[in-house]
């Protein structure tokens, strides 16, 4: 007689996947057991497996309990699959080849009546084969041999990507120590192309009666199908607690059933489905849209619904405000719906937008939060601004800043290190209608909000001050004289500064003779020292951009940067170039200063053909005249030199053209 039990040390409890958790497994008279090592159990925290007990972290599959034992080929080795009679299956992975004549010959001798199967994996990688379901999974096969298994008990979403081809998303891992960085890789979808048609029964005829006829449908849309009854993703309607037709969504855009159940919503389209249990949902914002007519109950997710590659980690309706309804909740639909009758009514009267936000709160057990006491220049709880190139509207909230509609963002007061104020108004020559704000962060991503209207200036200013943010200014001593001379281009003051002599320039600014006589002084200075335009302790950068934006060439001077460094501020740049552009009358083409970042500001220059070329310097003393009189001629010089570049018929926009580039800016010295 053998030993009454056998034992496999180093082996995977792989039930659920991305666990890697290893311990000891035990073959014996009873049963099998897995019991996790020390120090293991961590990795288990969260994980609901049938079985296991926590935090002993010990797994025990009694013998009369086991239905059938398979051997077959895995990731980590071989793997052990315990198919349970009531439908669950247990993996066991990291035996090795021999372990396989160990485990059949415990199995025959200790579990009477089990026997040991082998399951032969294709391993070929051919990735054309025939889906089969059995029970819970999908098993695709290659020559009849099973290629890889598919559980659709963690399947959470499947489309129609087109006419043939099906895309099934999966969920995340569910375990809540499991760190994202821990898990290398994720299997987050499958696509699958289901050429060719095939024939189904249609329901039924007109007079009600079972028809035999048949219909040709896609594949595609049978598979499609298939995959949604046995994940549970079908369009059920009849047990939700309650139910919203027609959801105007902003992100993801288009129009939503909105089904709630138990433990989780359904949002139904036309082409997409999403199952979202509700301990994803982590925040809850209800904010009045600008034009005070429409309301926005945005929803925040984690992890985020998925289309395709795009993620969208908030969910962004929006309701007409004085739109009402009357909206009945079903709480005996069962058992677990009746814990929402003390957070809930059963009838609700009232605008749509506020049953929604109320029914959301009570499911979800999430705190609302709403437009705080806040108020803009025009008496609205958020104000007008642009992300990137994406307009919204930015609200100041009790606790933190959300920018709504797309991009959605959340910024907790708490990340904020500082705020800093951007092309503000610096002087009593200063038009512009516009400025920016600059979300400092505690962590490595800045926030930059840009085209946000002077006459909130004021309000947000109380704002932070209120909420014990920190305000920066972007302007320094140095830097406001510069910035000063920006409003010489005001179109009421006569056209952009510094388009003749300098002496006009500083007339134009209206500076005294007396400052009129130091700026001729300084002239005659810098005129006998023309190669300081080139010196590379002044000039940082020079960029050209064509019209699309796209980076045509750049030059960093700048040892100490990176050129990432430089193409951020090209491209940020471009923003304020457009809002120019949009706001201006006049031809001029140089378009004076920009930006001020920390010890550097950024000059722009349009072309007649929409090219831009962007020169950023170092901040020095000298006035803003003639500073802009000096870059103008850079740029000026930069122009001819490229459009003499292109002009030549041999040129090319290749490697050697940027070369040809460079020597021609180097010849401008």
Known sequence: MGPSRVDFDDIYLATEPYVRSVGQVRVGASGIGWKAAEGETDALEGINIPGLSLPAGMLALQRDDIRRLQWQRVARGYGLRVFMKNGTMHKLDGFSAEDQDTMRDA????????????????????????????????????????????????????????????????????????????????????RFYVPGTTSVKKGGSDDGKESDAEEEVSAASVFHE???????????????????????????????????????????????????????????????????????????????IRQGQTRYPYLVMQFVRDEEQAVDLKFDVDEASRQFETRLRAHYDEPVYRIVATVFKGVTDKR??????????????????????????????????????????????????????????????????????????????????VSINREEHASLENYMTEHGIKMLSELNESTAVSYAGLDMDSDEEGGRGGAGAITKGAAAMGIDDEDSEEDEDFVAESESDVAEEYDENYIHCIAILNRHDNPIYL?????????????????TSC???????????????????????????????????????????????????????????????????YVALVCNPFYENNQDGKLELDLAIEKLQ
């Not at 040892?559 to 501020?569: G, M, N």
């Open 107 to 190: 199995v025959k001798r200790l579990l009477h009546g089990l026997s040991l199967e082998t399951r032969d994996i294709s391993t070929k990688g051919w990735n054309w084969g025939k889906p089969e379901f059995q029970g819970t999974s999908l098993t695709f096969r290659v020559e009849n041999r099973p290629m890889f298994d598919l559980p659709m008990a963690f399947v959470s979403n499947t489309n129609l990507a087109n006419k043939n081809e099906v895309s099934v998303e999966f969920q995340p891992p569910r375990g809540r120590s499991l760190k994202r960085k821990s898990a290398v890789d994720e299997l987050v979808e499958v």
């Open 226 to 304: 298939t995959i949604k009854d046995r994940a549970d993703l079908g369009q059920v309607t009849g047990d939700s607690i309650v139910q919203f037709p027609e959801i105007l969504c902003l992100t993801p855009r288009g129009r939503y059933n909105i089904d709630m159940f138990a433990t989780f919503l359904r949002l139904r389209g036309k082409t997409y489905d999403y199952k979202i249990p509700y301990q994803h949902v982590q925040r809850l914002f209800l904010v009045s849209k600008p034009d005070e007519l429409h309301m926005m109950f945005i929803v925040g997710l984690n992890p985020p």
């Open 555 to 571: 030059r960093n001077f700048d040892e100490q940067q990176e050129d990432v460094k430089y193409h951020y501020l090209a491209h």
């Open 575 to 641: 923003d304020i170039i457009e809002e120019r552009l949009a706001q201006s009358k006049s031809n001029e083409l140089f378009l004076g200063l920009l930006q001020t970042v920390g010890e550097m500001v950024v000059h722009g220059y349009v072309t007649n053909t929409g090219h831009k070329i962007i020169l950023v310097s170092s901040v020095s003393a000298e006035s803003a005249a003639i500073r802009n009189t000096r870059v103008k001629e850079i740029c000026q010089s930069i122009h001819a030199a």
């Open 368 to 449: 609302l939060i709403e437009g705080g006491a806040f108020r803009g220049y025009h008496g609205s709880q958020g104000i007008k601004a642009s992300l990137k190139a994406s307009e919204g509207t930015l609200y100041p909230l009790d606790k933190g800043f959300l920018f709504a509609p797309k991009p959605t963002l959340y910024i907790p007061h708490s990340e904020i290190a500082s705020i800093v104020f951007s092309r503000v108004e610096a002087s009593s020559s200063n038009k512009m209608r516009t400025f920016d704000l600059k979300f400092n962060m505690h962590g490595p991503q800045d926030y930059q909000f």
